[in-house]
C-alpha cells in the first residue's frame, strides 16, 4: 500500500462545478504539499500545510492531522484548471517529499 | 529572476548508453532534490543534497544511478549502461533552508524536467 493514496484518479467535470480531491496518508508528517502538473512536466505548488486550511483564489486545502487526510477543493472549476494535481507528504524527520500517483482533472467548457 | 533549470529537456539513448542530466537551481537555495517520474505515476525520490552534501540517497534504484553537487550549486544526476525502465522523466527541485524560526518544511521549486527515453 502506498504511503499517500489519491482519490479519484480521474475525475471529468463541467466548467462551473465544485471539484473535490482527496489524499490519505499513512506516515507521521511535518508538512502536506498539493502540487500542480500541466502536460509537459512542469510542477507548480499550489499549498504547504501543516494544520487547518487555506484558501488562493478559487482553491482551497484542508487538512485533518488526527485523520491523516486532506482535500483540495477547485470553486467555480475552469478549463484553465485541467491537470494533474498531486498530493505529496513530508514524513517527520525527512527531508524529501514523497507523492500520491496524481489526480488527472479535465474541466470541460 | 530564473527558475530552476534543467538540461537537456529530452534525451533518447541507447540501451547500455551512458546519460548525463544537469540541474541548475535557484541561486542560494541550500537544498536539491531529484525525483523520478514514471509515466501516469507521481514522482518518486531519489536523491537529496544540502549544500555540496549528499545526506539521503536512499531512493537511487541501484548503483548505476550516481549523483553529485560538487560546488553546492549545480547538480549532475549521471545513469550508467541505461536500461529501458530508466525511461521516465527526472525533476529537479529546490529549496532554501532556513535555519531560525518555526521549520514545518518549506516549497520545493521545480524544475521542467528532462524526459530520458531510453531504446
Known amino acids: 500500500k502506498n504511503e499517500v493514496e489519491q482519490s479519484p484518479q480521474n475525475l471529468t467535470a463541467q466548467e462551473g462545478e465544485f471539484i473535490t480531491i482527496n489524499c490519505s496518508y499513512s506516515v507521521g508528517i511535518s508538512a502536506l504539499h498539493w502540487l500542480q502538473q500541466h502536460p509537459g512536466g512542469g510542477i507548480v505548488s499550489l499549498f504547504m500545510?501543516?494544520?487547518g486550511k487555506k484558501k488562493h483564489g478559487r482553491l482551497i486545502a484542508t487538512i485533518n492531522i488526527q485523520e491523516k487526510h486532506s482535500s483540495l477543493h477547485i470553486t467555480a472549476s475552469h478549463p484553465r484548471d485541467s491537470a494533474v494535481y498531486i498530493c505529496a507528504v513530508r514524513p517527520q524527520g525527512a527531508q524529501k517529499l514523497v507523492f500520491g500517483q496524481g489526480t488527472r482533472l479535465t474541466i470541460n467548457p | 529572476g530564473a527558475g530552476v533549470s534543467q538540461s537537456p529537456r529530452y534525451k533518447v539513448a541507447k540501451r547500455g548508453q551512458d546519460v548525463a542530466l544537469r540541474c541548475d537551481p535557484i541561486s542560494g537555495h541550500v537544498s536539491l532534490f531529484w525525483y523520478q517520474q514514471a509515466l501516469g505515476q507521481g514522482p518518486e525520490f531519489l536523491t537529496y543534497f544540502q549544500n555540496e552534501a549528499q545526506l539521503d540517497k536512499s531512493g537511487l534504484p541501484s548503483d548505476r544511478f550516481f549523483a553529485e553537487r560538487p560546488e553546492g550549486s549545480v547538480s549532475t544526476l549521471k545513469i550508467q549502461r541505461t536500461q529501458q525502465e530508466d525511461s521516465a522523466v527526472y525533476l529537479c527541485?529546490?529549496?532554501?533552508?532556513?535555519?531560525?524560526?518555526?521549520?514545518?518544511?518549506?516549497?520545493?521549486?521545480f524544475g521542467p524536467g528532462t524526459r530520458l527515453l531510453v531504446l
Open positions: 500545510l501543516s494544520s
Open positions: 527541485a529546490s529549496s532554501l533552508r532556513r535555519w531560525r524560526g518555526a521549520y514545518n518544511g518549506e516549497t520545493q521549486y
